[in-house]
């Protein structure tokens, strides 16, 4: 059975950090290229982060470019997300996705004073 399974959302004041971490089961994870998606209310999910399977190519969107780092660690079949100066706007649901159609439940970042 697939599972993808975020952690590290919350609550955050602008300017700060968080990592988020996406453990994945139920498939040769290191097979798969992995991506990072957030949605806000209303909207349709957007591409924010995406490593390659050997984790040496990454590629950002131009909102997060210099603040956000995705990394990988194949061993622990798991996938972060590093945020970095943290903006209101960055407030969405944060999915893990890996390959074209496995996807985690999502986590909650809020960014606000």
């Known amino acids: 059975q697939v599972q993808l399974v975020e952690s590290g959302g919350g609550l955050v004041q602008p300017g700060g950090s968080l990592r988020l971490s996406c453990v994945a089961s139920?498939?040769?994870?290191?097979?798969?290229?992995l991506m990072w998606y957030r949605q806000y209310p209303g909207k349709e999910r957007e591409l924010v982060a995406g490593?390659?399977?050997?984790?040496?190519?990454?590629s950002f969107a131009d909102s997060v470019k210099g603040r956000f780092i995705i990394s990988r660690d194949n061993s622990k079949n798991t996938v972060y997300l590093q945020m970095n100066n943290l903006k209101v706007e960055d407030t969405a649901v944060y999915y893990c996705?890996?390959?074209?159609?496995?996807w985690g439940q999502g986590t909650q970042v809020t960014v606000s004073s």
């Open positions: 996705k890996a390959g074209a159609a496995h």
């Open positions: 490593i390659n399977t050997n984790g040496r190519g990454t």
């Open positions: 139920g498939f040769d994870f290191s097979r798969y290229v």
